[in-house]
C-alpha cells in the first residue's frame, strides 16, 4: 500500500503524480491487412497504359443429322474471313486501363529526431503504415462495387469510351465489372433479386444451397471451373448456417465431428457443389463503395454479393511495381511517396461468377 504526507492545498506529494510511469514499446495495430484476391491472382508486367488481350470460343455443339457423302469442301462449313461466319469466328478483344494508386509521407525534422515509443524511426512506421494502406485500397477497388474502364488516350476501345484524357485520372475495370460485361456474351452472373414484368426488383432471394448451386451450374455450362467462393463475413455467417437447416436422418453428421465432443464447430470451409469444390474465403473489402441492402430495397443495391473465382484467369498486371520515391525537401520535413501503376485482368471472364442481389 502506498502511503505519502499531505497536506491541505498540496497537490504535489498524491500517490499518482508520485509513481513513475511505464510503457510497453510497442504499437498494437489490428487493422486488417490481408488481401486475398491480390494474394491469388497471377503477376505480370506492361508498358502501355491501355492493356487488351484476347476471347475467343467455339462455336455452338449442334445435334448432326450426318453430312453428305462425298460432298465438296465448299458445302460444308465456314470459311476464315467471310462476313456470312464472321461472327462465330471473330476474336474477341477485352481492355483495360492501367489506374495510378499514391500515398504521400511527410516528416518534420523534429518528429524523425526524438525518440519515439514502439519505433525507432517516424519515417520508417509511416512507410510501412501506408504501404499496407495502399495495397487495401488496390484490394478494395478490385473487390468492390462494379466499376467500369475510365481513361486512355487512342479513342478506339471496342469495350469502353476513351475519356478522361485531358485530366490524365485513370480508373481500371474491376473484378466484377469485368465478369458482367463478358464480350463473350455469356451470363455468369446469377442474380438472385426477384423483378417485376418491367425489371423492378421487388424482393431479394435468400443465400440457399440451391443458389450456389445454380450459380455453379451457369458458370461450368460456359466452360467454367472455380475454385474459390469469396465471401464477406455475413455471407461467410449465411453459410455456415446452411448446415443447420438440414433436416431428416443423419443430415446433422455433415457438419458435425462427433469425435469432437469439447468442440462446438460451425464454418464451412469447403462447399462441395455437382459442378466442382470451392475453397470459402472470407474478404473484408468486398463490396466496398455499394449501398447497404434491404429486403425491400426498390433499387437494386448488391452489397451481399458472392464471388466465384478461378485463380488461374486472375491477373494483376503492373506498369510499376510499388516503389517509394524521395521528394524535393521543402522545409524542415522530409516527404516521400509510395506510387504503384497497375491494372486488373479477368482473362477468361466466362471462368468466374458473381452470386448477386442476396439477402441473409
Known amino acids: 500500500m502506498i502511503r505519502t504526507t499531505t497536506y491541505a492545498g498540496d497537490t504535489k506529494n498524491v500517490p499518482q503524480k508520485q509513481i513513475k510511469e511505464e510503457f510497453a514499446d510497442i504499437i498494437y495495430n489490428l487493422a486488417p491487412t490481408k488481401t486475398p484476391m491480390l494474394s491469388l491472382s497471377k503477376r505480370s508486367s506492361t508498358k502501355n497504359i491501355e492493356v487488351g488481350w484476347f476471347l475467343d470460343d467455339l462455336a455452338p455443339e449442334q445435334l448432326k443429322t450426318g453430312d453428305v457423302e462425298g460432298d465438296t469442301a465448299a458445302n460444308i462449313g465456314t470459311v476464315v474471313g467471310t462476313e456470312a461466319d464472321a461472327a462465330a469466328l471473330e476474336v474477341k478483344r477485352q481492355m483495360n486501363v492501367t489506374q495510378i494508386f499514391k500515398k504521400k509521407i511527410s516528416v518534420s525534422g523534429t518528429a524523425e529526431s526524438v525518440d519515439w515509443f514502439g519505433r525507432t524511426s517516424e519515417m520508417a512506421y509511416q512507410m510501412t503504415k501506408k504501404a499496407q494502406e495502399m495495397k487495401r485500397d488496390i484490394e478494395a477497388t478490385i473487390c468492390g462495387k462494379s466499376q467500369a474502364p475510365v481513361g486512355g488516350y487512342t479513342g478506339n476501345l471496342a469495350v469502353y469510351p476513351s475519356t478522361n484524357g485531358t485530366t490524365g485520372i485513370r480508373t481500371m475495370g474491376n473484378f466484377k465489372w469485368q465478369v458482367i460485361n463478358n464480350p463473350l456474351g455469356y451470363d455468369t452472373t446469377y442474380d438472385q433479386g426477384l423483378v417485376d414484368p418491367v425489371g423492378t426488383p421487388v424482393n431479394y432471394?435468400?443465400?440457399s444451397e440451391k443458389t450456389i448451386n445454380l450459380a455453379m451450374e451457369q458458370v461450368?455450362?460456359?466452360?467454367?471451373?472455380?475454385?474459390?467462393?469469396?465471401?464477406t463475413g455475413l455471407m461467410a455467417n449465411a453459410i455456415a448456417s446452411l448446415a443447420l437447416s438440414g433436416t431428416g436422418v443423419g443430415m446433422a453428421g455433415r457438419y458435425r465431428d462427433s469425435?469432437?465432443?469439447?468442440?462446438l464447430v460451425n464454418v464451412v470451409d469447403v462447399y462441395v457443389t455437382p459442378y466442382g469444390e470451392l475453397s470459402v474465403v472470407l474478404n473484408r473489402f468486398m463490396n466496398k463503395g455499394e449501398a447497404a441492402q434491404t429486403a425491400t430495397a426498390s433499387v437494386i443495391a448488391p452489397a451481399n454479393d458472392i464471388f466465384l473465382v478461378d485463380p488461374e484467369y486472375i491477373d494483376v498486371c503492373y506498369l510499376r511495381q510499388p516503389k517509394t520515391e524521395q521528394l524535393s525537401k521543402i522545409g524542415d520535413s522530409e516527404e516521400r511517396m509510395i506510387v504503384s501503376e497497375l491494372t486488373f485482368?479477368?482473362?477468361a471472364p466466362q471462368s468466374c461468377g458473381i452470386i448477386t442481389g442476396l439477402r441473409v
Open 205 to 207: 432471394g435468400p443465400i
Open 220 to 231: 461450368w455450362r460456359n466452360g467454367g471451373e472455380p475454385s474459390i467462393m469469396m465471401v
Open 259 to 263: 469425435l469432437q465432443q469439447t468442440k
Open 345 to 347: 485482368k479477368v482473362l
